[in-house]
């Protein structure tokens, strides 16, 4: 495989290339049609004593669904890496970039006039520290407010429930009550019955009349 990466690009047939999402953006998933070739395999010791094994050196495509503009890209991974892998890899130098903007505009990341790369380090690290911070409390700042509880209302007592039992007496209760108000008396007092004499033991003696009775 020789040529330009544009060259290489054109020439590729149709079913090399792969809808795939570079990850999340303001709008949504951010998809692009994707194409991974493999150019060698390499020992990646003889490169890095921290790694082993065999890694690839590739040529990620990325086109544009608007326009069909081309983006070339050299990978260096593991061999055996997908291209849906390797294209949400790509797809962090989006954030990458917008934190780096962010950093210069808010922070002043590219405002150090130093002259040795002590001063030039000890710059980077407090801005990016003092980023780090931001971004912490803008995170912690958009999230969703917590639902409102309404209030507790004091409680009503509810009256019981009554049995059948319960129902029953006061039922019984209250028929008594009429029965008594609606009949007489049975044993009339002595203050409604009129005034009587009666007669002496032997039955002969007259009945005095009253102090109020002329005769």
């Known amino acids: 495989m020789s040529g330009t990466a544009e060259e290489i ?3 590729l047939d149709a079913s090399a290339w792969q809808r795939l999402s570079a990850g999340e953006g303001t709008k949504g998933p951010r998809f692009y049609d994707g194409a991974y070739l493999e150019l060698a395999d390499l020992d990646a010791a003889e490169f890095n004593q921290a790694l082993s094994g065999t890694w690839t050196r590739g040529l990620l495509v990325r086109r544009s669904l608007a326009d069909g503009k081309l983006a070339f890209f ?5 061999a055996g890496t997908g291209a849906a ?12 970039e917008d934190s780096f ?3 210069k505009n808010e922070l002043g990341l590219d405002h150090s006039e130093t002259r040795s790369w002590h ?10 520290l003092a980023f780090a911070m931001m971004a ?8 969703p407010a917590p639902q409102k509880t309404p209030p507790r209302l004091p409680r009503t007592r509810t ?11 006061q039922t019984s209760s209250a028929g008594r009550s009429r029965n008594s108000d609606a009949s007489p008396p049975a044993w009339p007092s002595a203050a409604s019955s009129p005034h009587t004499s009666s ?8 009945i005095k009349p009253p102090h109020n009775t002329h005769i």
């Open 159 to 169: 009256p019981r429930t009554q049995t059948p039992r319960t129902v029953a007496r």
């Open 101 to 103: 903007e962010t950093a």
């Open 9 to 11: 690009a054109q020439a």
């Open 74 to 78: 050299t990978t260096w991974c593991p």
């Open 119 to 128: 001063g030039w380090h000890r710059h980077v690290s407090l801005v990016m």
């Open 136 to 143: 912490s409390i803008r995170h912690r700042a958009n999230q």
């Open 199 to 206: 007669p002496g033991r032997s039955g002969a003696g007259h």
């Open 85 to 96: 892998k390797l294209v949400q890899v790509e797809g962090c130098r989006w954030a990458i």
